[in-house]
């Protein structure tokens, strides 16, 4: 149980376009979903936080606007990255919280999505 | 604020042999700590975690890590490590406003046939 999923995986697109990156939480609902970025060999930098029904909670630095975030339901989180630029090229990483389970701060990864800005 | 400190960057420790990866964190409150690994392009995988009681845990893939709050620290140990266990990892502490992770900043730990 506690699967979270990713899509896409991979994704390659030309500086000037828009990129959606879909998070789902497959057998759970969760109450809170967490975008984050990883660039190569360094840890994870929380972008932004997201509960189900309002607005996200963007980290001090993190652009509003270049980094939409949707959290319409309970299974499903999206960031879409605006006009991407080849700096915007990283590796996104979503985790979820479990609504059912009181268990503070444990958070359920996905895969992860390499955007690749050409 | 807290943090989250791995000293190590970089550990090559050979097949079968012990391994122990350091964690120092500065928090001012009973912290919650994990572990994960990420292997190459994938996700995170919680190892084990600590919220409270024994000080010593035990995770998945034969790791237990150990809460010393006099050292603040939770290194993580494995007695003989496999091949398959080259990864990175990570340790987190929990920040109790917002339900947030700090990660520190990872160890790479590759392992020698």
């Known amino acids: 149980g506690a699967v979270v999923s990713q899509h896409p995986s991979r994704v390659i697109c030309k500086s000037g376009t828009s990129v959606k990156i879909e998070c789902r939480s497959l057998?759970?609902?969760?109450?809170?979903m967490f975008w984050y970025r990883q660039f190569p060999k360094k840890s994870l930098m929380l972008m932004a936080t997201?509960?189900?029904?309002?607005?996200?909670?963007?980290e001090q630095g993190v652009e509003k606007d270049k980094f939409l975030i949707n959290h319409a339901s309970l299974t499903l989180s999206t960031l879409t990255v605006t006009s991407a630029h080849p700096e915007d090229s990283s590796f996104y990483i979503c985790?979820?919280?479990?609504?059912?389970?009181?268990?503070?701060?444990?958070?359920?990864f996905g895969p992860g999505t390499r955007l690749t800005v050409t | 604020a807290q943090s989250v400190t791995q000293p190590d960057i970089h550990i090559t420790v050979s097949e079968g042999a012990s391994l122990e990866l350091r964690c120092n964190y500065s928090y001012g409150a009973t912290p919650y700590l994990f572990w994960y690994v990420q292997s190459p392009g994938q996700g995170l995988q919680l190892l084990l975690k600590y919220f409270s009681g024994d000080t010593l845990v035990q995770g998945i893939k034969g790791f237990e890590a150990e809460f010393k709050r006099s050292q603040s620290s939770f290194n993580l140990r494995k007695p003989s490590v496999h091949w398959s266990d080259a990864a990175e990892y990570f340790c987190a502490v929990g920040e109790l406003a917002g339900n947030m992770l700090t990660f520190g900043g990872g160890t790479r730990l590759m392992v020698k046939p």
């Open positions: 057998d759970f609902q969760a109450t809170t």
């Open positions: 997201s509960n189900e029904g309002s607005k996200a909670t963007y």
């Open positions: 985790s979820a919280r479990r609504r059912d389970i009181y268990s503070p701060y444990e958070q359920y």
